[in-house]
Protein backbone atom coordinates (compact mmCIF):
# COMPACT_ATOMS: atom_id res chain seq x y z
CA UNK A 1 0.00 0.00 0.00
CA UNK A 2 1.05 3.58 -0.40
CA UNK A 3 0.71 6.04 2.48
CA UNK A 4 -2.82 5.53 3.52
CA UNK A 5 -4.11 8.58 4.66
CA UNK A 6 -5.52 11.07 2.02
CA UNK A 7 -4.16 14.63 1.02
CA UNK A 8 -6.53 16.25 2.68
CA UNK A 9 -5.86 15.70 5.97
CA UNK A 10 -1.87 15.62 5.70
CA UNK A 11 -2.33 19.57 4.35
CA UNK A 12 -4.39 20.06 7.12
CA UNK A 13 -1.67 18.21 9.43
CA UNK A 14 1.04 20.45 7.89
CA UNK A 15 -1.10 23.44 8.11
CA UNK A 16 -1.97 23.08 12.09
CA UNK A 17 1.61 21.91 12.41
CA UNK A 18 3.00 25.11 11.95
CA UNK A 19 0.20 26.84 14.05
CA UNK A 20 1.16 25.11 17.45
CA UNK A 21 4.14 24.90 19.82
CA UNK A 22 5.06 21.06 20.43
CA UNK A 23 5.66 19.90 23.78
CA UNK A 24 7.63 16.78 24.25
CA UNK A 25 7.03 15.81 27.61
CA UNK A 26 9.79 12.96 29.48
CA UNK A 27 8.28 10.99 31.96
CA UNK A 28 10.80 8.75 33.30
CA UNK A 29 11.63 8.17 29.79
CA UNK A 30 8.55 7.83 28.62
CA UNK A 31 7.72 10.64 26.15
CA UNK A 32 4.08 12.14 25.87
CA UNK A 33 3.55 14.91 23.21
CA UNK A 34 1.64 17.81 24.05
CA UNK A 35 0.16 20.19 21.12
CA UNK A 36 -0.14 24.20 22.19
CA UNK A 37 -2.32 26.48 20.65
CA UNK A 38 -4.21 29.55 21.38
CA UNK A 39 -3.97 32.25 24.75
CA UNK A 40 -6.19 32.09 28.02
CA UNK A 41 -6.35 29.94 30.59
CA UNK A 42 -4.87 26.34 30.11
CA UNK A 43 -7.37 23.91 28.68
CA UNK A 44 -6.16 20.52 28.14
CA UNK A 45 -7.94 18.33 25.51
CA UNK A 46 -7.39 14.24 25.52
CA UNK A 47 -8.59 12.29 22.67
CA UNK A 48 -9.90 8.87 22.56
CA UNK A 49 -8.79 5.23 21.94
CA UNK A 50 -7.57 4.50 18.10
CA UNK A 51 -7.09 7.84 18.65
CA UNK A 52 -4.55 11.18 18.34
CA UNK A 53 -4.44 15.04 19.06
CA UNK A 54 -6.64 14.54 15.80
CA UNK A 55 -9.65 13.82 17.53
CA UNK A 56 -10.23 17.58 18.33
CA UNK A 57 -9.49 18.91 14.72
CA UNK A 58 -13.10 20.10 14.45
CA UNK A 59 -12.75 22.51 17.75
CA UNK A 60 -9.05 24.06 17.61
CA UNK A 61 -10.17 27.03 15.85
CA UNK A 62 -13.32 27.88 18.38
CA UNK A 63 -11.78 26.89 21.68
CA UNK A 64 -8.13 28.66 20.89
CA UNK A 65 -9.75 31.94 20.63
CA UNK A 66 -10.52 31.59 24.75
CA UNK A 67 -8.07 29.45 25.96
CA UNK A 68 -4.85 27.87 25.57
CA UNK A 69 -5.07 24.26 24.52
CA UNK A 70 -2.91 21.93 25.39
CA UNK A 71 -3.99 18.53 23.10
CA UNK A 72 -2.23 15.56 24.05
CA UNK A 73 -1.19 12.56 22.19
CA UNK A 74 -1.26 10.13 25.12
CA UNK A 75 1.60 7.66 25.60
CA UNK A 76 1.40 5.25 22.84
CA UNK A 77 -0.93 7.27 20.29
CA UNK A 78 0.36 9.31 17.66
CA UNK A 79 3.96 11.08 18.37
CA UNK A 80 4.20 9.91 21.84
CA UNK A 81 6.70 7.47 22.41
CA UNK A 82 6.06 3.42 22.76
CA UNK A 83 4.16 2.92 25.84
CA UNK A 84 6.04 1.23 28.50
CA UNK A 85 3.16 -0.48 30.25
CA UNK A 86 -0.26 -1.58 29.15
CA UNK A 87 -2.46 -1.32 32.12
CA UNK A 88 -4.24 1.52 32.89
CA UNK A 89 -3.12 2.79 36.24
CA UNK A 90 0.08 3.66 34.57
CA UNK A 91 -1.35 5.35 31.82
CA UNK A 92 -3.18 7.54 34.28
CA UNK A 93 -0.25 7.88 36.07
CA UNK A 94 2.18 9.08 33.36
CA UNK A 95 -0.31 11.37 32.15
CA UNK A 96 -0.58 13.17 35.17
CA UNK A 97 2.92 13.57 35.67
CA UNK A 98 3.22 15.12 32.27
CA UNK A 99 0.50 17.70 32.95
CA UNK A 100 2.81 18.55 35.91
CA UNK A 101 5.28 18.91 34.20
CA UNK A 102 3.48 20.99 31.11
CA UNK A 103 2.11 23.26 33.65
CA UNK A 104 3.71 22.78 36.92
CA UNK A 105 2.07 21.12 40.08
CA UNK A 106 -0.05 23.76 41.02
CA UNK A 107 -1.03 26.04 38.02
CA UNK A 108 -4.86 25.22 38.16
CA UNK A 109 -6.58 24.34 34.62
CA UNK A 110 -9.46 23.00 32.95
CA UNK A 111 -9.50 18.99 31.28
CA UNK A 112 -12.05 17.76 28.62
CA UNK A 113 -11.66 14.12 27.38
CA UNK A 114 -13.18 12.29 24.62
CA UNK A 115 -14.36 8.65 24.91
CA UNK A 116 -11.14 6.55 26.15
CA UNK A 117 -9.50 9.65 27.28
CA UNK A 118 -12.67 11.07 28.79
CA UNK A 119 -11.71 8.03 31.34
CA UNK A 120 -8.31 9.07 31.50
CA UNK A 121 -9.21 12.84 32.17
CA UNK A 122 -11.55 11.64 35.24
CA UNK A 123 -9.13 9.50 36.76
CA UNK A 124 -6.60 12.15 35.93
CA UNK A 125 -8.72 14.79 37.81
CA UNK A 126 -9.27 12.03 41.27
CA UNK A 127 -5.45 12.13 41.47
CA UNK A 128 -5.61 15.59 43.05
CA UNK A 129 -4.61 17.85 40.38
CA UNK A 130 -5.71 21.11 39.86
CA UNK A 131 -8.50 20.47 37.42
CA UNK A 132 -11.21 23.79 37.78
CA UNK A 133 -13.98 22.33 35.80
CA UNK A 134 -13.86 18.66 33.68
CA UNK A 135 -15.74 17.90 30.58
CA UNK A 136 -16.11 14.38 29.63
CA UNK A 137 -17.42 13.67 25.91
CA UNK A 138 -18.52 10.09 25.53
CA UNK A 139 -16.72 8.87 28.18
CA UNK A 140 -15.87 5.10 28.39
CA UNK A 141 -15.67 3.38 31.66
CA UNK A 142 -19.14 3.82 32.70
CA UNK A 143 -20.12 -0.18 32.95
CA UNK A 144 -23.56 0.45 31.00
CA UNK A 145 -24.38 -1.81 28.31
CA UNK A 146 -23.73 -1.42 24.67
CA UNK A 147 -25.76 -1.12 21.77
CA UNK A 148 -24.08 -2.17 18.94
CA UNK A 149 -24.57 -0.89 14.91
CA UNK A 150 -21.96 -3.28 13.00
CA UNK A 151 -19.68 -5.65 14.36
CA UNK A 152 -15.65 -3.58 13.36
CA UNK A 153 -13.86 -4.91 10.75
CA UNK A 154 -10.14 -5.90 11.54
CA UNK A 155 -8.81 -3.14 9.19
CA UNK A 156 -5.15 -4.61 9.72
CA UNK A 157 -6.15 -7.45 7.45
CA UNK A 158 -6.58 -5.21 4.79
CA UNK A 159 -4.02 -5.78 1.76
CA UNK A 160 -5.06 -2.67 -0.82
CA UNK A 161 -5.41 1.06 0.21
CA UNK A 162 -9.18 0.76 -1.10
CA UNK A 163 -10.01 -2.07 1.69
CA UNK A 164 -8.31 -0.29 4.03
CA UNK A 165 -10.21 2.67 3.32
CA UNK A 166 -13.51 0.40 3.32
CA UNK A 167 -12.53 -1.09 6.50
CA UNK A 168 -12.17 2.98 8.19
CA UNK A 169 -15.21 3.98 6.83
CA UNK A 170 -17.92 1.15 7.97
CA UNK A 171 -15.81 1.08 11.63
CA UNK A 172 -16.73 5.02 12.12
CA UNK A 173 -19.92 4.23 10.72
CA UNK A 174 -19.97 1.37 12.99
CA UNK A 175 -18.75 3.27 16.50
CA UNK A 176 -17.98 6.66 15.87
CA UNK A 177 -20.51 8.84 13.81
CA UNK A 178 -24.28 8.50 13.12
CA UNK A 179 -25.32 10.59 9.82
CA UNK A 180 -23.94 9.65 6.74
CA UNK A 181 -23.07 13.18 5.93
CA UNK A 182 -20.29 12.88 8.58
CA UNK A 183 -18.22 10.32 7.21
CA UNK A 184 -16.14 12.43 5.16
CA UNK A 185 -12.76 12.35 3.42
CA UNK A 186 -11.62 14.43 7.24
CA UNK A 187 -12.89 12.01 9.78
CA UNK A 188 -11.58 8.62 7.59
CA UNK A 189 -7.96 10.45 7.23
CA UNK A 190 -8.15 10.96 10.65
CA UNK A 191 -9.27 7.88 11.65
CA UNK A 192 -6.88 6.10 9.53
CA UNK A 193 -3.88 8.14 11.18
CA UNK A 194 -4.82 7.55 14.57
CA UNK A 195 -5.68 3.70 14.51
CA UNK A 196 -2.22 3.22 12.08
CA UNK A 197 -0.24 5.25 15.12
CA UNK A 198 -2.19 3.32 18.10
CA UNK A 199 -0.02 1.30 20.25
CA UNK A 200 -1.85 1.05 23.28
CA UNK A 201 -4.54 -0.77 23.84
CA UNK A 202 -7.59 0.67 25.33
CA UNK A 203 -10.72 -1.52 24.65
CA UNK A 204 -10.58 -3.66 26.96
CA UNK A 205 -10.37 -1.32 29.96
CA UNK A 206 -13.13 1.18 28.68
CA UNK A 207 -15.62 -1.49 29.96
CA UNK A 208 -14.22 -2.00 33.51
CA UNK A 209 -16.57 0.36 35.24
CA UNK A 210 -13.76 2.87 36.23
CA UNK A 211 -15.48 6.11 35.18
CA UNK A 212 -18.02 6.22 38.45
CA UNK A 213 -15.40 6.09 41.27
CA UNK A 214 -13.51 8.63 39.50
CA UNK A 215 -16.13 10.85 39.43
CA UNK A 216 -17.16 9.70 43.25
CA UNK A 217 -13.63 11.23 44.20
CA UNK A 218 -13.15 14.29 41.98
CA UNK A 219 -15.84 16.39 43.35
CA UNK A 220 -15.74 19.57 41.40
CA UNK A 221 -17.64 20.54 38.47
CA UNK A 222 -18.31 18.00 36.61
CA UNK A 223 -20.27 18.21 32.60
CA UNK A 224 -20.41 14.85 30.37
CA UNK A 225 -21.58 15.35 26.69
CA UNK A 226 -23.58 12.53 25.40
CA UNK A 227 -24.55 11.48 21.68
CA UNK A 228 -28.20 10.45 21.18
CA UNK A 229 -27.06 7.45 19.30
CA UNK A 230 -23.42 6.88 20.54
CA UNK A 231 -23.21 3.02 20.71
CA UNK A 232 -21.42 2.57 23.43
CA UNK A 233 -24.42 3.11 25.91
CA UNK A 234 -27.82 4.89 26.08
CA UNK A 235 -28.00 8.07 27.40
CA UNK A 236 -30.43 7.13 29.97
CA UNK A 237 -28.28 5.01 31.35
CA UNK A 238 -25.33 7.52 31.84
CA UNK A 239 -28.06 10.05 33.36
CA UNK A 240 -29.34 7.69 35.43
CA UNK A 241 -25.97 6.31 36.87
CA UNK A 242 -23.57 9.31 35.99
CA UNK A 243 -25.77 12.54 37.19
CA UNK A 244 -28.70 12.13 38.84
CA UNK A 245 -28.42 12.88 42.46
CA UNK A 246 -24.61 14.78 41.96
CA UNK A 247 -25.10 18.28 42.74
CA UNK A 248 -21.62 19.25 40.97
CA UNK A 249 -22.55 17.30 37.53
CA UNK A 250 -24.24 17.77 34.53
CA UNK A 251 -25.74 15.96 31.58
CA UNK A 252 -26.24 17.48 28.04
CA UNK A 253 -27.47 14.77 25.33
CA UNK A 254 -27.38 15.96 21.39
CA UNK A 255 -29.75 14.65 19.18
CA UNK A 256 -28.78 12.61 15.64
CA UNK A 257 -25.17 12.57 17.11
CA UNK A 258 -23.31 9.80 17.49
CA UNK A 259 -20.29 9.21 19.67
CA UNK A 260 -17.33 11.31 18.25
CA UNK A 261 -19.55 14.28 19.14
CA UNK A 262 -16.91 16.85 19.02
CA UNK A 263 -16.30 16.23 15.88
CA UNK A 264 -19.93 15.13 14.18
CA UNK A 265 -21.37 18.22 16.16
CA UNK A 266 -18.48 20.72 16.99
CA UNK A 267 -21.35 23.54 16.34
CA UNK A 268 -22.86 22.72 18.84
CA UNK A 269 -19.98 21.25 21.49
CA UNK A 270 -18.00 23.73 21.02
CA UNK A 271 -20.31 26.67 22.68
CA UNK A 272 -21.35 24.24 25.04
CA UNK A 273 -17.60 24.01 26.09
CA UNK A 274 -16.93 27.52 25.83
CA UNK A 275 -19.58 28.44 28.78
CA UNK A 276 -18.69 25.49 30.94
CA UNK A 277 -15.20 26.07 31.28
CA UNK A 278 -15.87 30.35 30.96
CA UNK A 279 -18.15 29.82 34.32
Known amino acids: MTTPVNQLTLDWMAE ?80 AASIRTLLGPTTPFNLAGFSFGGLVSANVAAEGLAVKRLALLGPGGHGGPRRERGQLVNWKRALTDEELLEAMRFNLWAHMIYADEQLDPFAIGIHTYSCIHTRFRSRGISGRGLLGPALDVYTGPSLIVWGEHDVTCTPEYLMTHMIEGHANRRGVILPDVGHWVNYEDAARVDPILIDWFSA
Not at 65 to 80: E, P, V
Request: net charge negative.
Open 16 to 95: YEKKCQRHLVDVNGQHVMWRQFGQGEPLLLIHGGHGSWLHWARNIDALSKHFTLYIADLAGYGDSSVPAFDDFESMVQVT
